[in-house]
């Protein structure tokens, strides 16, 4: 066997040399004085940088960033405090109401009803107009995509097969690389 | 991946899986103690990989807990076919990364000028066990080897830490660095070399 180059050391010290290459390196170990002393001297500096000590952690280092998280808000029962609060401060705003106005209990819930459902009535004309905004907007896509189609198609009349191909096989690259960018961001949303 | 401790080995590479992964999702529906319970078990080895890094103790304290808010952060995004801790020191090493692009350094040459001061290359580590005039020679090879580090280009320096101080295998480094494990391999041992001429060179 030849002299063992030092990359084949370090395996051989981290038993990463499969069982015949370490066979093979033993036999040479014990009849080369030169990769003997390699190996030594290789061996020694590996067993100095394990012997490196762990850096002190100061003791309150967890607490210290548990301060800097904030309160988790969506906690399982957020909801139900929420609308606990809500129709807390619903009876109580009711009843200062009532107390300062002087106007009647049953008034006061009738008038309460009316703006309810006066609100309900705004919100869903507001709805029904965004939805009727979407299905526009769709409606325009469609259209826009189908004409896109059709460019293509005579673009495609107008050019050698050979390039067309080659402009759609670009665009695909191109759609790939955008892709595999946004997927590196959103499921490896580590790096900031 | 070296222990938390430094000394004491993880039940076994599974059990510690589904704990971390049993912690992350206690930690996503707001248990903090689960959390506490993650940066008690990491936050040892991590502030060795960035103390290693930024060669100064403070710093890496700092870094250690903006590290571990990033992580906090993330964990929506964690997916338990990865490994925590390889996904943790991603995290790390993307943030150290970003320092070095910040600070326009990237990547510190072995041709540049260091203060050899104590202050800017010593690192405040604990004691070791006390036998007598050994123990003064034990440290001063061990401050060689750190000093000998810090001249290493910052990029081999992190694997060569990754490797032989936090012990993650290179099929783990690779993940991390997304590199080829060959070129990871190829790379710790260039620096194992760098590092011996390294500390030939200054004895």
């Known amino acids: ?192 | 991946m070296k222990t938390p401790s430094g000394n004491k080995p993880f039940p076994s590479d599974s059990v510690s899986r589904d704990e971390d992964n049993a912690l992350v999702r206690r930690a996503l529906k707001g248990d903090r103690k689960a959390f506490e319970m993650i940066i008690l078990k990491y936050q040892q080895p991590l502030l060795n990989y960035l103390g290693r890094m930024t060669g100064e103790r403070e710093m890496a304290l700092d870094f250690t807990q903006e590290v571990f808010l990033k992580v906090y952060a993330s964990l929506p995004s964690f997916q338990p076919r990865f490994k925590f801790s390889t996904w943790l020191f991603k995290i790390a090493s993307n943030f150290m990364i970003d320092f070095w692009r910040k600070k326009k350094i990237s990547a510190i040459s072995l041709d540049r000028t260091r203060d050899d001061g104590e202050n800017s290359t010593s690192l405040q580590v604990p004691d070791a066990e006390p036998p007598v005039a050994r123990r003064y020679e034990l440290a001063q090879i061990k401050k060689r080897i750190e000093r000998a580090l810090e001249r290493v280009p910052a990029d081999l320096r992190e694997l060569f830490v990754l490797r032989h101080l936090n012990e993650f295998s290179y099929e783990e480094i690779a993940e991390i660095k997304g590199l080829p494990v060959g070129t990871v391999k190829n790379r710790v041992f260039q620096t194992n070399e760098m590092l011996r001429g390294l500390l030939e060179g200054s004895s």
């Open chain 1, 1 to 192: 066997m030849n002299c063992l180059r030092p990359p084949d050391i370090y395996l051989y010290l981290e038993n990463g040399l499969d069982p015949s290459a370490a066979r093979e390196a033993d036999e040479h170990l014990a009849l080369c004085p030169g990769c003997r002393s390699a190996f030594e001297e290789r061996r020694a500096l590996m067993d100095a940088v394990a012997g490196l000590p762990d850096l002190e952690v100061p003791p309150d280092l967890a607490g210290k960033i548990l301060a800097r998280i904030p309160p988790d808000r969506s906690s399982r029962f957020g909801w139900l405090v929420a609308f606990i609060i809500g129709l807390s401060s619903f009876f109580v705003g009711g009843l200062a109401y009532v107390i300062l106005t002087g106007q009647s209990l049953t008034g006061f819930l009738i008038d309460a009803n009316r703006s309810t459902w006066s609100a309900l009535r705004d919100t869903s004309m507001v709805f029904i107009k965004f939805a009727k905004l979407t299905v526009l907007g769709l409606d325009l896509l469609i259209r826009f995509i189908g004409e896109m189609g059709k460019g293509l198609a005579r673009f495609g009349v107008l050019i050698r097969p050979e390039v067309y191909a080659a402009c759609l096989l670009l665009f695909l690259v191109l759609a790939a690389l955008f892709v595999a960018g946004l997927r590196r961001m959103f499921l490896h949303g580590e790096k900031s």
